[in-house]
């Protein structure tokens, strides 16, 4: 009884513990969003709130559906893979109102280089140039048609349609 | 760009790491090192170390208050750092270590300071008048209870809670090294060594801190330096600053005879950019002059004056030579490209929430929470805030 007695302001320390983890608990109840942790370690609601942005992007088959004789072009040279958007932009307003939307087409000068300008950080496979030796200026269109950009391929320089 | 040689990955041209990052090991070093050197009386019955005991505890709370801060400053969103403790991932060592620093803060420092200065604390809030004695009363959590019997209890809980916080201590430090060795994207700091090194390190710097420390105090209080507990302490310093030079010198020795495909960047490193804070001032000015005359005192009779300017010689290169280490290893760590092909150059900031003089706040900042905790708790038995409470 009197080692207790004596052991009591222990409990004491103790008990300041205690409340300081029921405040930590309570306090966790209102800040944590009540969906955190249902499907991962992060916010479930943020799902529906993203679902519910506002579209960008249409997607490469959305482009496909009027500009078949492009995307045939563009299926058969080396940029198969690149995406329409990837230089166009986001069409999305477009692909919902052609007529009032219309894309400006882009700048093959200073578009092109963002990927073809020699860098030793590129593959050595990857065609490459250093664009002020090889065009002296001359926009790339002039000489490369960008759906299908090897010299000879498809229909000559047509620029970005 | 200014200050890249040879070839970068964007990524890595600007260090996302900056001196912040170099003051937060080091602060929780300090912490830690403070601890063991206090547990040596406790738990190892060094009895010799006893007047350095709480001076030693009350450095240790002072640092860790101030540890988080540079990690606070380091943010872009500082206000967030609560969801740490809200929402933890159990894959994050960071998360973890929140817990570990809160854990190491209430149930080791805090309640082993309490326990030993329980008494005092009871006698001072009879004692004193004013917001001090409100302060003790608010301390004694309600309990007058000083008998005999409720001593022994506190000193056996503190016991207990001391021989708790060995492992804890080194877990709060061991972490740091943990989560740079365990970086396996980088070789400098990729190495199960690393939480190792820093737990010894710390040791070392948190022993010469609490040394000086007690030098300075003494002498401004007019009183003498007990040269027994001073040779003891600077002892173990030497004893502990071996096995930690031995263990730095193990990863740099198996990093030279593994030489692996990072080892040429590594080796220019050294001995370009990193050469006057690795080799100069860490190696030679930090580490081995100051083994060399500690171990000079160990076998030398010297007599007291000598032996203390040595010592405060050596305490202060050691708080200069793990301080050296630290910037090495975060500030070094990140200054080659993985590509191993280039270097870049870290400029230090100045008055930006991440610059020099916000560190140099952060180092000086604990030394003002020592102040108040010496004000409200003096660790001097004739310098009690009651002179009836002297020993």
């Known amino acids: 009884m009197s080692v207790l007695k004596d ?139 960008p759906h299908s950009p090897a010299i000879g391929s498809g229909s000559n320089a047509g620029g970005a349609q | 760009m200014t200050g890249v040689e040879g070839y970068m990955y964007p990524n890595e041209i600007r260090l996302y790491w900056s001196i912040l990052i170099v003051l937060y090991p080091y602060i929780t070093g300090l912490v830690a090192g403070a601890f063991i050197l206090a547990s040596l009386e406790r738990i190892f019955r060094v009895e010799a170390v006893k007047p350095t005991y709480r001076l030693a505890m009350l450095t240790a709370l002072a640092f860790l208050i101030v540890a988080p801060l540079p990690l606070l400053f380091h943010l872009g969103h500082p206000e967030r750092c609560y969801e740490m403790y809200f929402t933890p991932h159990d894959t994050s060592a960071m998360a973890m270590f929140g817990y570990i620093y809160l854990w190491y803060l209430m149930a080791v420092l805090l309640f082993e300071i309490w326990l030993d200065y329980r008494r005092e604390i009871v006698l001072w809030s009879q004692q004193t008048t004013g917001i001090k004695r409100l302060i003790y009363r608010i301390l004694t959590l309600g309990s007058s209870n000083i008998s005999e019997g409720s001593l022994r209890v506190d000193e056996k809980a503190g016991w207990i809670v001391t021989l708790v916080g060995i492992p804890s201590a080194v877990l709060l430090h061991g972490y740091v090294g943990f989560i740079f060795g365990s970086l396996k994207a980088n070789p400098w700091w990729s190495s199960p060594l690393m939480p190792v090194v820093f737990i010894f390190s710390a040791m070392v710097s948190g022993i010469a801190a609490v040394m000086l420390l007690y030098m300075a105090l003494t002498k401004m209080r007019g009183q003498k330096i007990d040269m027994l507990c001073l040779d003891t302490v600077a002892k173990y310093m030497f004893y502990i600053f071996v096995i930690d030079f031995t263990l730095e010198m193990l990863d740099l020795v198996h990093r030279i005879y593994l030489a692996d495909e990072s080892f040429r960047t590594l080796d220019f490193l050294v001995h370009t950019k990193l050469y006057f804070s690795q080799i100069v001032l860490q190696i030679w000015l930090g580490t081995v002059l100051p083994l060399v005359l500690l171990f000079l005192v160990q076998i030398v009779k010297m007599p007291e004056i000598a032996r203390k300017r040595i010592y405060a010689f050596c305490g202060a290169l050691i708080l200069i030579s793990v301080f050296a280490m630290r910037w090495n290893v975060v500030i070094g760590g990140q200054l080659f490209s993985k590509s191993f092909l280039g270097y870049t150059t870290y400029k230090m900031a100045l008055a930006t929430h991440e610059g020099l003089l916000v560190a140099i706040g952060l180092i000086l900042l604990p030394l003002f929470f020592l102040w108040v905790l010496l004000k409200l708790l003096p660790p001097w038995p004739e310098k009690s805030a009651h002179p009836a409470l002297a020993d």
């Open chain 1, 7 to 145: 052991a009591g302001h222990l409990f004491r320390f103790v008990g300041i513990f205690v409340v300081l983890f029921l405040i930590f608990l309570v306090v966790r109840g209102f800040v944590v969003p009540k969906t955190f942790g249902e499907y991962g370690h992060y916010r479930a609601a943020a799902i529906g709130e993203i679902a519910a942005n506002p579209l960008h992007f249409a997607g490469h088959q959305a482009c496909a559906e009027c500009h078949a004789d492009i995307v045939a072009t563009k299926a058969a040279g080396a940029h198969a893979h690149v995406n329409c958007e990837a230089c166009h932009g986001p069409l999305e307003g477009h692909v919902e109102n052609p007529a009032a939307v219309v894309p400006v087409l882009p700048n093959t000068a200073t578009l092109c280089v963002r990927c073809h300008e020699a860098s030793a950080a590129r593959p050595k496979g990857f065609p490459q140039v250093v664009a002020a030796e090889h065009a002296n200026g001359v926009a790339c269109e002039t000489c490369h048609n």
